[in-house]
């Protein structure tokens, strides 16, 4: 019995596993585009490199849950033209975050914009426009 | 022991994927665009042309100096600006039947034609290759300084640092030459403020753009950079190869550069392998596999 518990519980997690976005800078595909979620968390990290930069944040659910959320944003060239710099954020400080989620579910996103503990919101950079629909896919 | 090993994962990834946000909405987020002029490479403010300056005459056989174009528009991310792949009719090219056939080889990760990051043939990013010329005006165009010596004028492109020669003496295409990422570059002064740049000889390893248009060795690529007045600068890109294309067509058109000071510090753009790495671990594939892309 145990083990069979366990063999579900590894095919459950692999199925998870499997779910989990693939995508790549620049792409919007990953994304769900009509929403955007809002967390309060703390920063674990600020990463201010290419191809993007990137926030960790940890934040705290309903049921008390800690979730490790990791959002992505433009490079250092483009953020640093909508205010940022790689002071902009750090560990421990507590911010909200708005940003596109993924569709599969994970705590995975594209940054919206980031609000201070200050209140100073600083704005991400979010261009879904630039991603081409299905139905316009040329046939060759 | 076994129950730990793998109930304890099994559990902790649910949560992790299962756990909705905090707060969800459903109206659909706007696009941003920069929202000031920001640092450059030094720290220090972008100043920016003044709204009501009046630029002075443009300076005769120069088109030397430090461009940018604000509006990042030089980024490209479906292909050539003037004829990206995003499925309009008006921005089909007229391939040859080898130049479709090139074109379903190449497995671009944007685009109409886009791919899974894990699945791209890209050189770029699969191999860490040089976009090579007419690529490097194709995607992330950004800041780009020029140089002039009596000989030739020198590009420095901001993304990946990467330079070129074009050379203006007057001398001939090598013959027969070696291929090469960028080719072979002459200059030519056509009026006063109008330098054309044929450029033949590139590897067939690249693309044409970010979009996965192929090109053949018999690519020719012209460059038609305008001085329009000390403050801008135009840069027309016309594509011409005959394999797998049945007539030229224009790649980028009309691009304006803005001048920037001549104290301007350009920021490093380099997306390095370990700084691949990273992003790819944490965003790209929490499953432990490095992706290309």
Known sequence: MRIKLAAISFAVAGLLAASLPLFAHHGYASYDTDRKVTLKGTVTRWIWSNPHCLLQLDVTDDSGHVVHWVAETENPTAMSRAGWTDKSLKVGDQITLTALPVKSGA???????VILSNGQKLPGRVNPATEVKPEDTPKY | MWKHFFVVPGIVLAALVLSPPLRSQTDKPSSSAPTEPGLDGWGRPITGLAK?????PAPRHDISGIWDEPELTGI??????SAPDDGKPEHQLPYTPLGLQELKRTKPSN????????DTNDPVFSYGDPQGLPRENLYELRTTQVLQTPQSVVILYQFGKTWRVIWTDGREFPKDPEPRWYGYSVGKWVDDYTLVVDTVGMDERTWVDRAGRPHSADLRVEERFRRLDHDHLELTVTIDDPKMYTKPWIALDKFVFELQPASF????MIWSPSEYERYNKLMGNTGGDRENH
Do not use: F, H, N, W
């Not at chain 2, 009501?52 to 002075?56: L, S």
């Not at chain 2, 685009?111 to 894990?118: A, E, F, N, T």
């Open chain 2, 52 to 56: 009501d300056r009046k630029p002075a």
């Open chain 2, 265 to 268: 510090d350009v920021r490093e």
């Open chain 1, 107 to 113: 705590p995975v996103g594209r940054i919206i914009d």
């Open chain 2, 111 to 118: 685009g109409s034609r886009s791919v899974l990051p894990g």
């Open chain 2, 76 to 81: 490209q991310p479906l292909g050539a600006k």
